[in-house]
């Protein structure tokens, strides 16, 4: 496991008391994972939130960041995790990079993480600030993350931190058989969020509940 490596004067005793509360909330909200409860409770969320609302970044809602753009609430990063069902021996995507908060998590659970961030001053700042905590298995690129990335594929899991108004099959044809592809599908105001599971037939489909992310914005996506 990527072991964070953050200066500590980012870091205090009220931060990590905070992620302690968040990681018991999660429980109550039965999130069962105990290695993704891990992760949250290791990676210092407030540095991945501006400045002015680190306050706030324990809370259980997301968040506004640069580009009219969010942090996912600490439960939909934690189910979206625990849904994908990755172990450290596994290659993992991650669309819709943003801060980078969701792929620090899942660099704590997995064995690689290749992120696609479409908006190029997000995907540089998310790449950095995962260098300076000392977490060296996520690589981040600008890029449409509706193509998927082919280049690594096939993925044990897949998962999209953005409303699509249809699952891309772009995506599904990077999942390796057995593996997860965790998406919010709907309208721009609200989604569903599915699991689909490859087969050597086709996919399976699972609906895990409501949910509601900014669009997923591509070739496969929203147009804007």
């Not at 082919?150 to 897949?158: D, M, Q, S, T, V």
Request: proline residues 5%; charged residues 25%; glycine residues 8%.
């Amino acid at each position: 496991m990527s072991s964070p490596n953050f200066n500590q004067a980012a870091d205090s005793p009220a931060f990590a008391r905070e992620r302690g509360e968040m990681v018991a909330r999660l429980r109550k909200q039965r999130i069962r994972d105990e290695r993704v409860l891990a992760a949250l409770e290791k990676i210092p969320r407030h540095l991945f939130v501006p400045e002015a609302l680190r306050s706030h970044a324990y809370g259980d809602h997301a968040l506004p960041i640069d580009f009219a753009q969010t942090i996912s609430q600490p439960y939909i990063v934690a189910r979206e995790t625990e849904l994908l069902e990755i172990t450290k021996q596994d290659r993992v995507l991650e669309i819709g990079a943003g801060s980078g908060y969701q792929t620090a998590v899942l660099a704590q659970v997995a064995g690689q993480v290749f992120a696609l961030e479409r908006l190029p001053e997000l995907a540089r700042a998310a790449q950095q600030r995962l260098r300076e905590l000392g977490i060296y298995n996520a690589t981040i690129k600008c890029f449409d993350g509706t193509y998927g990335w082919n280049e690594f594929a096939p993925y044990r899991g897949i998962l999209v931190a953005a409303g699509a108004p249809a699952v891309p099959q772009s995506l599904v044809n990077q999942l390796s058989v057995g593996g997860h592809l965790v998406i919010p599908v709907g309208s721009e105001k609200e989604q569903r969020l599915l699991r689909l599971t490859r087969t050597e037939d086709g996919t399976q489909t699972e609906d895990c509940g409501p949910c509601q992310f900014v669009k997923l914005i591509g070739k496969y996506g929203w147009e804007k």
